[in-house]
Every structure is written in structure tokens, then in C-alpha cells.
């Protein structure tokens, strides 16, 4: 089999983290990597070592694609770059995965899904929580009709502040499209993806009460929101919420996902203690099902989901595989998130059907 040639544009954090996940693949091969800066090209150098050799190196994205080097790539530059490095990528017939979110704002993840279905090449979108081994296996139980009729799904995300990036994009929400679409867009897909359904109604309440509150750059003030609650009504009668809180680094889980029927409940955490709780009201029984890890081989930062997710990607890319996440999936997770903004904002509940989604 040709080994597939891979490029990565932003070889920051999560560009060299998505390196890591390729090195172990034997059947693809590092060929370009872009980034505007040199100290992260350093660091994808010091990632490859003695793969770097032969890897062509470019400053400008643009340039990357032009190269003739690569068949696939990886969007890992900030959030508000994704749409003008799409824009370039899907005039091409370059496979891609853009890391989430796909873009900061509904307009321009609209103008992506039109884009992505013009062409015949792969566009995938990062939403990797999918492939968390203890949430790809409540999934899995789920689709099994274990809990009966999904009635709500509860999702609490508690962990430590957003950490320091390349120029400090991730402190000002013109960058990142806010706290609830530049993270939460994972948990909103997962709340879409169970839900099995389109989301209708979106109330949320949040601010920034304890993060960055005194971080200024070029005489601006930090403006990212560190906790919120968000409830989500969906078409189907389904109920969803999110607890986020962005200063409670000494819990035992960073996330925790509930699901409940009108049968039973399972109870998902990551990193959790490897297993699912799996309750039944019939009996109030509660079983621990382990959590299969079989398909992870490289475990990384995010429990073995980046891994998952690029060996799915890759077989998309080759034909073996469809695409599990697609711009549309990008789009709705976006949806939420802004959705959830403009509530805090107005103090109100937001109507997806006031949103300008075309
Ligand atoms: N899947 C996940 O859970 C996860 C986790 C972390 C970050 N991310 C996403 O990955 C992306 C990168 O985040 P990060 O944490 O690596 O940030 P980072 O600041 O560490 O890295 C971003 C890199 O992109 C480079 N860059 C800036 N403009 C560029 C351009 N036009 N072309 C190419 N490179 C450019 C920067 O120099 C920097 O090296 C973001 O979209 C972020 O939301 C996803």
C-alpha cells in the first residue's frame, strides 16, 4: 500500500500533538509542515527527530498546497484562521481535517459546508470526543437500545483554565468564537450526535468570574468566559445540558457524560476509571461494563480519541471508510455555541430559527 503523505498547517500544540498520532502509523508518511512562526516549527523538528529529514518546510500555508507533497493535511493553526486556510484547502483536492472549530462563526461554517460539498476530496472536522474510548463505547451502548428512549443527556466539563498559546490567540473570543464554540462545539456535537436530532431552543448562563481577569495584551483586557450553564431543547423532545466550569482543576473526572431513557441510565467519565455505569430502572440494578481500548495505539494527550480519530480519517481518505464527521456536524456544533453566546448576552432564550444559517 503507497503510504499516504501527510502535511500539517500551525505546528503549535495540537499541530505536534497530531504528529505524535501519525509517527506509530506505518502507512503514512510526514511530508510538509507550515507555520508562520519559528519557534513551533522548531518544536514539530524536535517532535519528527529523525523523520524530519525530507519533511518540506513552509512558512506560508499557501505554498504547502502548491507543493504537489502532501495528500492529506491537518488544519491545526488558531480558530480564526480556519476559514481563510479552508478557503485555500477545499479549492483543492487535498483531503482535509480541520481541527474544531471548524470555524469561529455560523456565516463561515456555512460557507465551508457548501464548499465541502463541491468537491470529491475528504473534509473532516476534529470533533474527536466521539472517539473518547468511554464515550465511543456509551455510543455504542446507546445505539443498542439498552436505555430505552433517550429522554436527556447531561454533560459537566470541570478542569483547569485555557492554557497559554502562540501569541495568546486563545485569550480574546474575536479569535477563538467564545468559549462555548472554541471548546464546548466537542460537547455540543456529542448533545447533536446522541440526540440523534436538530437542536430548536438554547438558554444559557456564564461569564468570566475568575480566569484572565487581569491578563492585558496590546492594551486589551482578556474577554474569555470561564464557566457557564447551557440547556439545549432538541426537535425529537430530547433534553440537554452543560456544566462548564474552567477553575475546578481538583475534580476526579475533567468531563463527565450522562445519558438517560426511559429505561435506564449510563454514566461515562474521562479520564474516568475505565468503565461505563450501566443502570436499569427495572431491577435498580447498576453494572460496570469495562471501557475496549483495542483500537488506540498511541494514547496521547487526549486518551487515545486523536489517535482513533486519524486512523478513521485516514481510511476515509483512502476509500475504505466514510466521513464520520462532517462539515455539517462542524456547522451544528458551531450553532449551539453561538447560540448559547447570544443568550448570555440578551439574557434570553434563543430560537435556532432566528439564526441566519444559509
Ligand atoms: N481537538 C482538541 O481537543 C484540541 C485541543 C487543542 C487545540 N485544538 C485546536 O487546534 C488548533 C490549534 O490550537 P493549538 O492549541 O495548537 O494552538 P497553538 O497556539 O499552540 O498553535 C497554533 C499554531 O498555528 C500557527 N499559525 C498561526 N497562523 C497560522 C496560519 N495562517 N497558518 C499556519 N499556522 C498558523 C501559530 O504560529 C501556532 O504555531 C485550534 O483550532 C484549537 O482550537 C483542538
Known sequence: M????FGVIGTGMMGCEHLRNLLPMDDVVITAVSDPNDEPLSWAEMTLGDRWAGVSVFKDHRNLLASDAVDAVIIASPNHTHKAVLDDVLSTDISVLVEKPMCTTISDCSAVVKQSQKRDAVTWVGLEYRYMPSIAHLL????????GDLKMISIREHRFPFLVKVDNWNRFTANTGGTLVEKCCHFFDL????????????YASGGQDVNHLDEVYNGQRSDILDNAFVTVDYANGVRAMLDLSMFAEGGRNEQELVVVGDAGKIEAAVPGDGHLYIGKRADRSVRTDPVPTEDVGHMGFHHGASFVELRRFIDAVRGDGSVEVDTTAGLWSVVVGAAAHLSIAEQRVVHISELELN
Not at 503507497?2 to 503523505?5: D, I, N, Q, T, V
Not at 455504542?140 to 436505555?147: D, E, F, H, K, R
Not at 448533545?191 to 438554547?202: A, D, I, K, L, Q
Open 191 to 202: 448533545m447533536n450526535f446522541v440526540s440523534g436530532s436538530r437542536p430548536t431552543r438554547v
Open 140 to 147: 455504542n451502548q446507546l445505539a443498542s437500545g439498552i436505555i
Open 2 to 5: 503507497e503510504k499516504l503523505r
